[in-house]
Each structure stands twice: as structure tokens, then as C-alpha cells.
């Protein structure tokens, strides 16, 4: 749901710092099994963003301003959803990371 810019863009800012603080964490574990979760900043017109990827997998969190609105999507592959949507709080974070560090193919754990 659209809400206001200053809103739109406070909740992204919150769930990229948040994203950082998960991906160092998990990076301190996967770094010892050659493995890194990256996190590249986006920034674009009237667009703030992020990715993370692991392996072949990778989620986009894009937040759009317009018209005095801002609407943040949740975008990418191995998320678990098919249709974009929003990211609305720190455990929908760490379900983000934990969906891209699962693989479907495996029975053990990246790191394991």
C-alpha cells in the first residue's frame, strides 16, 4: 500500500540497516565455507533499493516515490512468492535471508 514519502522511506532505511546487520552475521559463518551473502545498494530516479543474493538465488527491495507517495516491493527469485510485496517488519527480514540461504535441492544446510 502506498504510503507517505517520509514514512516509505523511513521503513526502507530500517530494513536495509537491518538487512546489513543479518547478511554481516550470516557472512562471518558462510566466509568460512567460501560463501557470502552479497548486499548491493541501488539507487535510481525516485527509486532506493537493495539486492541480496546467494548463490543463484536473489531478492530485490525496491522502494518507488511518487506523487508525494512511496511504495516499497519486494521483488526476486527464491522468495518464496511469486507476487511482489512489501517487506513490513524485521522477521520478514530474517525470512528473506533464511529463504535465500535454503536450498530446495538439499538436504543440509549451505553452511553444513
Known amino acids: 500500500?502506498?504510503?507517505?514519502?517520509?514514512?516509505?522511506?523511513?521503513?526502507?532505511?530500517?530494513?536495509?540497516?537491518l538487512a546489513e546487520?543479518?547478511?554481516?552475521?550470516?557472512?562471518?559463518?558462510?566466509?568460512?565455507?567460501?560463501?557470502?551473502i552479497t548486499l548491493e545498494d541501488?539507487?535510481?530516479?525516485?527509486?532506493?533499493?537493495?539486492?541480496?543474493?546467494y548463490r543463484d538465488r536473489c531478492a530485490r527491495v525496491v522502494t518507488r516515490f511518487t506523487r508525494g507517495r512511496a511504495l516499497g516491493r519486494l521483488l526476486g527469485d527464491g522468495v518464496g512468492t511469486s507476487q511482489p510485496c512489501e517487506l513490513t517488519s524485521p522477521e520478514e527480514v530474517e525470512t528473506l535471508l533464511?529463504?535465500?540461504l535454503t536450498d530446495p535441492d538439499a538436504t543440509s544446510s549451505p553452511a553444513g
Open 1 to 17: 500500500m502506498p504510503k507517505p514519502v517520509g514514512v516509505g522511506a523511513d521503513d526502507h532505511v530500517l530494513m536495509r540497516s
Open 21 to 36: 546487520q543479518l547478511v554481516s552475521e550470516a557472512n562471518a559463518v558462510l566466509a568460512n565455507h567460501g560463501e557470502v
Open 42 to 53: 541501488e539507487l535510481a530516479d525516485g527509486r532506493l533499493g537493495f539486492r541480496l543474493a
Open 98 to 100: 533464511l529463504l535465500l
